[in-house]
């Protein structure tokens, strides 16, 4: 071989999956030399097991990739035999000469035990393979094979060609970084009798829901390109390329020469970043002491400093064996410890940093008696490195009003020394505060994020009852408690003049106080007739309880997640079941909440004299707020339409709709725009979008594949989403849905014993995932409460750059 092709030894390692010892080959060989030599060449092999004439599909096949070869980017550029004679795969010699064998090949058993211990000797030795279409069908009864192509067709998949939507995951390999995020085009759809996916990097989807897959339908999760390290060399299969036509497709060709481009050596990729075993899930804090939260207290939220530290706070909870104060007379009434502690990963242990006495540590009981007020969001500034500020979302026990049970929040400013590990309370400077009743339970939110501009987002639930409307719109305006409404989310989420129910957006200054940025919804200076006011400070309205907000510091948009009321289904009476809602919010806006939601899905209105009986539907491009517990604006901003909204019976939920825009709400009727998820108990817990540093040092950081993607999930991990989603640049922020969505549910555990109550989840500047469970009780921590990290450990990609291979010339 010539000089600079790099030892056999060196390409080779260990098999990607486990398999049983092939039957003995009548002779042993093995490829001496890497595959390869000055040149780069491939092997097309189009054997057949059936009789015949040979298909169109392959001459046209070997048509493109000989084009490919000698067409394009100088990167595909390489020189390209065909044969159908399977003899090639014992002739070491003749073998070693080629960089990637594809096999464009029907079904059947077309190899003997000694062809295929060639094939393996040569993947073993470094070499790449390209399997498509009709390769899956290849040595049936080959457990080896079939770990090389990485599934088998279902016996009873359709063999009609259809048009279809394949969703590109992988925005950076080779064979998908410039294809379409939702790529149209026709084929032949294999179904899979094993999903692959976990075991195998997918690259590639094809959408169920824009064809006939027929009864071996492989569900939301289809996939139909796919790669993977395999026994020291590289295999790339497709499921595509089952039609003549496909062939002469220019995004097709697209898709075969860039994964010719890494089978063959020519560049890199990665075919690691979505195979299971490649993560490592590891709980970082032990249970608490008996009696103490030495470790860990009700977990509401976390946040990493610069040095890789991660603080992380307790909402008020204590152990279930401490007392609860629920009688109103006691001057201790509902009161709490939140607590603020700190891992450091460099010593592994964990400080408790300070505890603040809030009012929240009430639970159980009906709606008067459990309370989700108390420390609720924790940031660090900009400049913490610097000052040593963080920023705390929380409700003081101090300042509760036992005879109204009212309360008030607050977001302040309080300064931590790295060099005693512990914040100083008498360092407190209070931002902001506004009122808050405590009469009835719930929804606090809480999420705090900064933007690139040094702007603080505050998330505020909409301190609303979630009974007293049959589970629908919280719009009841009847109950109150000393003259405060409870259960009418029109005084707080659909109030221009109300801090609740929303995502503030606020610019914090050295000295304590804040300014407004430009760009809020409102400018707090708009008036109407009858004294309706705004609040300058709201960026979002009309949200129910966000608890947790992200903002990706390279596009600014931010991205929020929020529960939804009780209702377990749609009611032709009073609107929609109940929707978890996520958000791509690209500018300032009314997010429905209590008017309408999903996809400007209307409730039904409400009003005095009798709240059981229905009004009329609420208008989502023009809603008004006529509640007698309104003291803002009465004609609101349209609604925006959300990005993904999910309900016991699944995600995305639509309907018919009549000549007014009105949806049936006929659960008959319902189709689902996002069958991946549905819900059930669901909690809604927005995630990060992870930016991939490639300068980081980190072994243990998550690969590029996932960079820009947006993490969604729920507090609960059945049915409920744990997904990575993509989005279209040119719908997010306008109510486009994902165009892609891949389950983590294998890399973030879930179970009883991995991360089942998911609460909160960041990415440290190491790369690596920090992952908050909440517990398996409910306003306590227990011995299920941890912090929890995720690590990467599949390493970079292949070939490494000094294995890579020279172009044809």
């Not at 009434?333 to 010593?347: A, S």
């Amino acid at each position: 071989m010539a000089a600079g092709v790099v030892a056999a030894g060196v390409l080779s390692g260990p098999a990607a999956s486990a398999r049983p010892a092939p039957e003995p080959p009548l002779t042993t060989m093995s490829i001496k030399s890497p595959p390869g030599g000055s040149d780069v060449r491939v092997l097309i092999y189009h054997g057949s097991a059936a009789g015949g004439d040979e298909s169109p599909v392959v001459n046209a096949g070997i048509e493109a990739i000989e084009d490919i070869g000698q067409s394009g980017p100088a990167a595909g550029r390489f020189k390209v035999t065909a044969t159908d004679d399977a003899s090639v795969f014992t002739d070491e010699t003749e073998l070693g000469l080629y960089n990637a064998v594809v096999f464009l090949t029907g079904g059947g058993d077309i190899l003997d035990p000694e062809q295929e211990a060639g094939l393996e000797s040569y993947m073993e030795a470094g070499g790449g393979f390209l399997g498509i279409h009709d390769a899956a069908r290849a040595e049936p009864y080959s457990d080896w094979f079939t770990g090389l192509v990485g599934a088998r067709p279902a016996a009873n998949s359709p063999t009609n060609v259809q048009r279809a939507t394949v969703e590109v995951g992988d925005r950076q390999h080779p064979a998908t970084k410039d294809l379409p995020l939702q790529w149209k085009r026709p084929d032949q759809w294999l179904n899979w009798t094993k999903n692959p996916s976990g075991d195998v990097h997918t690259v590639a989807r094809v959408r169920e829901s824009t064809y006939t897959p027929g009864t071996s339908a492989n569900g939301a999760d289809h996939p139909v390109s796919w790669c993977r390290d395999y026994d020291g060399g590289r295999s790339f299969y497709t499921g595509m390329g089952g039609t003549e036509s496909s062939y002469d497709e220019t995004e097709f060709r697209s898709h075969l020469r860039g994964a010719l481009a890494w089978t063959t050596r020519i560049s890199q990729a990665d075919c690691k970043a979505t195979i299971n075993a490649n993560y490592k899930a590891e709980r970082l804090t032990q249970p608490n002491q008996p009696g103490q939260n030495d470790q860990i207290g009700e977990p509401h939220g976390l946040v990493t400093a610069p040095d890789g530290r991660v603080f992380y706070i307790g909402r008020g909870g204590a152990d279930s064996s401490q007392p609860v104060v629920t009688d109103w007379n006691n001057p201790d009434v509902g009161k709490g410890k939140g607590e603020i502690h700190v891992y450091d990963p460099k010593t592994k242990k964990v400080t408790l940093a300070g505890t603040l006495n809030v009012f929240g540590n009430k639970g159980g009981g009906d709606e008067l008696i459990k309370v989700e007020e108390g420390l609720l969001g924790i940031e660090l500034d900009p400049r913490f490195e610097d000052n040593g500020w963080v920023y705390l979302h929380y409700t003081p026990h101090s300042r509760i009003d036992r005879d109204k049970r009212m309360a008030e929040r607050y977001v302040s400013r309080f300064t931590y020394n790295s060099a005693t590990s512990r914040l100083d309370l008498n360092s407190e400077k209070v931002l902001l505060k506004w009122p808050v009743q405590i009469h009835s339970c719930c929804h606090s939110g809480g999420g705090l994020a900064w933007d690139s501009k040094s702007n603080l987002y505050i998330a505020t639930g909409d301190n609303n009852s979630s009974g007293f409307s049959d589970g629908y719109s919280g719009n009841n305006p009847q109950p109150n408690y000393k003259g405060v409404s409870f259960a009418d989310a029109r005084r707080t989420a659909g109030n221009t003049n109300n801090l609740n129910g929303k995502i503030l957006r606020i610019h914090p200054e050295q000295d304590g106080t804040y300014t407004l940025p430009e760009g809020n919804l409102f400018t707090g200076k708009e008036t109407a007739e009858g004294g309706g006011k705004t609040r300058g400070e709201i960026y979002v309205m009309g949200v129910r309880n966000p608890a947790r907000i992200s903002i990706d510091k390279k596009t600014d948009t931010l991205y929020a997640g929020w529960v939804g009321p009780d209702a377990g289904s749609p009611s032709t009476t009073w609107g929609p079941a109940k929707y978890d809602t996520f958000a791509a919010i690209t500018k300032p806006g009314n997010h429905g909440w209590p008017y309408c939601m999903g996809n400007k899905q209307p409730y039904r209105d409400r009003n005095l004299p009798d709240p059981t009986k229905p009004l009329g539907w609420y208008d989502c491009n023009a809603p008004k707020n006529e509640s007698p517990n309104n003291d803002g604006l009465v004609n609101l901003p349209p609604v925006t339409s959300n990005t993904i909204w999910y309900s016991p019976q699944g995600g995305g939920p639509d309907y018919p709709r009549d000549a007014n825009g009105i949806p049936s709400y006929k659960t008959a009727e319902q189709k689902f725009l996002l069958p991946w998820l549905k819900g059930g108990g669901q909690a809604a817990m927005d995630g990060p979008v992870y930016r991939y540093d490639a300068n980081s040092a980190s072994a243990a950081k998550w690969p590029a594949y996932w960079d820009g993607k947006w993490f969604v999930g729920d507090f609960y991990d059945a049915d409920q989403p744990r997904h990575a989603v993509l989005l279209d640049p040119k719908t997010a922020g306008q109510g486009g849905i994902p165009v892609h969505a891949e389950s983590l549910k294998k890399i973030i555990p879930i179970g009883n014993d991995g991360i089942k109550n998911l609460m909160d989840w960041k990415f440290g500047p190491d790369g690596t995932l920090y992952v908050l469970d909440y517990g398996r009780g409910f306003f306590t921590s227990d011995s299920k409460s941890a912090l929890w990290q995720v690590t990467y450990k599949g390493g970079g990609p292949t070939p490494a750059a000094s294995q890579l291979a020279r172009e044809a010339q």
